[in-house]
């Protein structure tokens, strides 16, 4: 748990998009695995919950924002920044 908030930590202090949305992937892999050892059952339903909402931000963010978090567990990217297509990329 501790490291799953530390990785959403490190996501809401990201200087740009692509160092964020890797955070935040990292911060809901880190949920998962602390709701994959948990063994009580409503822990481990929170865990994968704030798994689920990182990842959800992550796919659903809305270019337009400001690039700081709208709710308790959803990023969002920053004004101006559209998803790149990765064969553009290098």
Known sequence: MAKAEAAEQKA???RDD???EQAFRE???QWDRAAN???DPARK???ADKAAALR???ETADPGDDGEMTS???PARSAG???KDPSQLN
Do not use: N, T
């Open 27 to 29: 911060a809901a892999h």
């Open 56 to 58: 959800a931000g992550i």
């Open 18 to 20: 692509i160092a964020r």
């Open 12 to 14: 809401l202090v990201a």
């Open 37 to 39: 050892r948990e063994r």
């Open 45 to 47: 339903r929170l865990y």
């Open 81 to 83: 920044a559209a998803k």
């Open 72 to 74: 308790g567990a959803e």
